[in-house]
Nanobody, 121 residues
Framework: QVQLVESGGGVVQAGESLRLSCAASGSIFRIRSMAWYRQAPGKQRELVATITSSGSTNYADSVKGRLTISRDNAKKTMYLQMNSLRPEDTAVYYC???????????????WGQGTQVTVSS
């Protein structure tokens, strides 16, 4: 069984920073791509940033230059450094990962439970 656990959310003022973490645990053979998504109240879940196992990254236009995704493969942990936060960044942030639990089976998609980020103006 695989678990993804996010941490680091909170309430900050506009312009401040937060660092989110996503720790993977359980029966993991290989973690392939990982990603952060977010869902604001009344809106659909949207992709924020992705990172491959080799460290290649992609970002939504709305967060480029402010949010940085990274990962530590040895710790099975992904991070999201969030700088210059804006009220429109307020959302529940979800961790997503494509994981092989065995070298003989296809990978599957896993999600964390989410962590709330609130940015006040």
């Amino acid at each position: 069984q695989v678990q993804l656990v996010e941490s680091g959310g909170g309430v900050v003022q506009a312009g401040e920073s937060l660092r989110l973490s996503c720790a993977a645990s359980g029966s993991i053979f290989r973690i392939r791509s990982m990603a952060w998504y977010r869902q604001a109240p009344g809106k659909q879940r949207e992709l924020v940033a992705t990172i491959t196992s080799s460290g290649s990254t992609n970002y939504a236009d709305s967060v480029k230059g402010r949010l940085t995704i990274s990962r530590d493969n040895a710790k099975k942990t992904m991070y999201l450094q969030m700088n210059s936060l804006r009220p429109e960044d307020t959302a529940v942030y979800y961790c997503n990962a494509d994981i092989n639990t065995s070298p003989y089976q296809r990978s599957s998609d896993y999600w964390g439970q989410g962590t709330q980020v609130t940015v006040s103006s």
